[in-house]
């Protein structure tokens, strides 16, 4: 059985397993996973080889109930790179159990990829940031307070795992991987895209945060605050696939006397990032064999 999916608890091996299954006749495979986030799915357009399927077709998966989300998995190419790109992903403030939440994402890691990239839209904490800027992700501070993983494996430290690896996350010192955000990072430089690198707070949602919270976030370092990415990237690491965190800043974190900030909003400045997010991800992509992972 695929090594993944073994590590995975009795009711949620066949969940995975069916919908894996499912796709692998139907020809998904792929190197490296991208997950699409607010107003960023349009990126498929700039990849080749498209074959894409509903989520609403998938077994066991579902539609995110968030409009501009649009529920599709997508197998391709990217600079020639076999991608498989989640078009649209499910939040935690939709109330499903992490089962539902996170079987997208372990799906692609069962289908194969070692890599993924895990795209958001999200507030811009750190006052020099503005809208239409990308973050390469560094760390994060998951603001969920409980464990999205918890009975999803067979061991909740994973097989193999002996006492030292309590408080690692899959046995290894990052989460995000170090060698590819740098990679990340050179890869904008090269291109010509602007780019930072911070610390993303993950925040439960759906409300925007209020003052008192952007303070918080501020004080405890954090550059970008969004309500995704944290618990897709705790399950990619748990499974050996390295993530790669970019966020998409659509607006700066609201403040008393700032107008209300609407979904619109946010999905508008991600289109408008759109070219460049393609020209980041596709200077990118074919540099991931080249990186050292840790
Ligand atoms: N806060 C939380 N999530 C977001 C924001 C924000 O300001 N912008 C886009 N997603």
């Not at 993924?116 to 760390?139: K, S």
């Not at 494996?153 to 996350?169: I, K, N, T, W």
């Not at 170090?178 to 602007?194: I, M, N, S, T």
């Not at 759906?206 to 550059?223: N, W």
Request: aromatic share 6%.
């Amino acid at each position: 059985m695929n090594a993944r999916l073994e590590q995975l608890s009795d009711a949620w091996r066949d969940q995975v397993g069916e919908a894996a299954a499912w796709l692998r006749v139907r020809g998904f495979a792929g190197r490296v996973g991208l997950v699409l986030g607010s107003g960023l799915g349009d990126f498929v357009d700039a990849l080749e080889d498209v074959h894409a399927v509903d989520y609403a077709d998938i077994p066991g998966f579902r539609t995110p109930s968030v409009a501009e989300h649009r529920g599709r998995l997508v197998c391709a190419r990217a600079a020639g790179v076999p991608v498989i790109v989640m078009q649209g992903r499910l939040h935690p403030y939709e109330g499903l159990p992490s089962t539902l939440l996170l079987l997208p994402a372990a799906v692609m890691a069962c289908l194969g990829v070692e890599v993924a990239v895990v795209t958001n839209a999200a507030g811009g904490l750190n006052r020099h940031y503005v809208p239409g800027d990308l973050m390469a992700i560094r760390d994060q501070v998951d603001l969920h307070f409980h464990d999205a993983l918890r009975g999803l494996f067979r061991s909740p430290l994973g097989g193999g795992a002996v006492a030292a690896d309590v408080g690692r996350v899959g046995g290894v010192p990052h989460l995000y991987d170090p060698d590819l955000a740098r990679c990340l990072v050179e890869a904008a430089a090269d291109c010509g895209v602007p780019m930072h690198a911070g610390t993303y707070a993950s925040m439960y949602g759906p409300a925007y945060e209020t003052k008192a919270e952007i303070g918080m976030l501020r004080r405890l370092g954090c550059d970008a605050v969004g309500m995704s990415t944290a618990p897709e990237a705790v399950l990619l690491r748990r499974l050996d696939v390295a993530p790669v965190g970019l966020s998409c800043i659509t607006n700066p974190a609201r403040e008393t006397g700032q107008p209300e900030l609407s979904h619109q909003d946010v999905v508008e400045v991600g289109n408008q990032v759109r070219d460049r997010l393609a020209r980041l991800l596709l200077a990118f992509l074919p540099r991931v064999g080249g990186a050292q992972r840790q």
